[in-house]
């Protein structure tokens, strides 16, 4: 029998049991959906992290400090980093400029506003470092640091907070009871590398450390390098450079770490990496279910159809004949019902990201793969039932009744 006329007969099968066959096709239908809409997710949420990381500066280099141990087991941080050691990092030739950081969370009052906000102790190349933008007024100027002046930078969520839509340039807040005046805002930045800038407030380190804190380490020091080129020589000299002022000898550990965003590009890529595996795994038994549903209504079309099997071997109708009409019926339903899923998974992304706000990534391979994987689902379930009606006895199917 021609190949042609072989999907014909499928066809005008399926047509016949129209609701049959829909209700074995959406176990395919959902499988298939459900893959494309959990690795538009996952490529989704790999992406936001992508962004997130590439929003650091490629040629931004972080250092903070290590760890306190005791047999193998971390404690906690170390208090080893200083306005000293970052002075140092701003003289080594491959670094263009440096932001040493304190934080800690105090809690802010003006007017009828009382909550507790991350307060951040940083230099007058805080936004230059990090790309960010004053909206309202100026950021803070090296004779703010020098003379340790009580004024501040509001992140752009902190300014609505305290101020509603009114200017709060001039104004005054209190940070831990002491008296800051508003002297600019930030524009909104959004979500930068797992945390908020927009719910932050900005000090003179000066002041900070002096005044609100009361310490003399850093919690953190970036640094921004000349180029992609000269980060390895870069990381190079301030390992060697920290070492030699904190006394390090050269086989033991270190007290700081230094990264860069490439080492958390890797490592959040393996994160959404793996999360895209499980989601599109998780809907994958959709699919095998379907599969499972597709094997046991060929086993009962079979069944039905035995006296039809024994006239078409009396005719002249072979083995493989009968294989190959119920191997393709099989796979007409798998592949029917995966179309219909690649286009209800599509929409689903969209409505997703449209509605819920979540970012999603259809692409060419997720929908291949859901398209090639009904496939093989097709040729799978129906393969045993094939075999089955193609070895029927012709005399025996005649006779059945």
Not at 208 to 223: M, T
Not at 358 to 377: E, K, M, Q, Y
Request: hydrophobic share 45%.
């Amino acid at each position: 029998m021609l190949f042609w006329n072989l999907i014909k007969v499928a066809l005008l099968s399926l047509v016949a049991h129209k609701l049959r066959s829909f209700l074995t096709m959406l176990g395919i239908i959902m499988g298939v959906a459900a893959v494309i809409m959990m690795i538009a997710l996952g490529k989704g949420a790999q992406q936001n992290v992508q962004d997130s990381i590439s929003s650091l500066g490629t040629t931004n280099l972080y250092v903070m400090p290590g760890y306190s141990t005791s047999r193998h087991v971390r404690r906690s941080r170390v208090e080893t980093l200083t306005m000293e050691d970052a002075e140092a990092i701003k003289k080594l030739p491959y670094v263009t400029m440096v932001v040493p950081e304190v934080s800690r969370s105090f809690q802010v009052k003006c007017r009828n506003y009382n909550s507790f906000v991350s307060i951040y102790g940083v230099n007058s190349n805080y936004p230059a470092l990090n790309g960010y933008q004053v909206v309202q007024g100026k950021f803070l100027n090296r004779q703010h640091l020098a003379s340790r002046q009580r004024v501040c930078v509001l992140g752009s969520e902190v300014a609505t907070d305290l101020f509603k839509q009114n200017n709060p340039l001039g104004k005054f807040i209190k940070i831990n009871n002491i008296n800051f005046r508003v002297i600019g805002v930030f524009e909104e930045q959004g979500a930068v590398r797992w945390s908020r800038p927009d719910e932050r407030i900005y000090i003179p380190i000066t002041t900070a450390q002096k005044i609100v804190l009361g310490v003399k380490h850093l919690n953190s020091i970036s640094a921004k390098i000349r180029s992609e080129k000269a980060m390895d020589p870069a990381i190079a000299a301030i390992e060697k450079t920290l070492r030699h002022r904190h006394r390090i000898r050269k086989d033991a550990e270190t007290d700081f770490q230094i990264r860069k965003p490439t080492d958390f590009l890797r490592r959040a890529g393996d994160i959404a990496k793996t999360l895209t595996l499980l989601l599109g795994s998780i809907a994958g038994i959709a699919l095998m279910v379907g599969g499972i549903g597709i094997m046991n209504i060929m086993l009962v079309s079979v069944t039905e159809r035995t006296r039809e099997i024994g006239i078409r071997k009396a005719v002249g109708a072979r083995r493989r004949d009968i294989f190959k009409q119920f191997l393709i019926e099989s796979t007409v339903i798998s592949l029917s019902g995966g179309l219909i899923g690649i286009i209800l998974g599509v929409v689903g992304a969209s409505v997703l990201s449209y509605f819920a706000e979540w970012r999603t990534a259809v692409s060419l391979d997720s929908i291949a793969l859901a398209f090639f994987f009904s496939l093989f689902v097709g040729l799978a379930s129906g393969g045993y039932p094939a075999w089955k009606a193609a070895k029927l006895d012709p005399i025996t199917a005649l006779r059945y009744e």
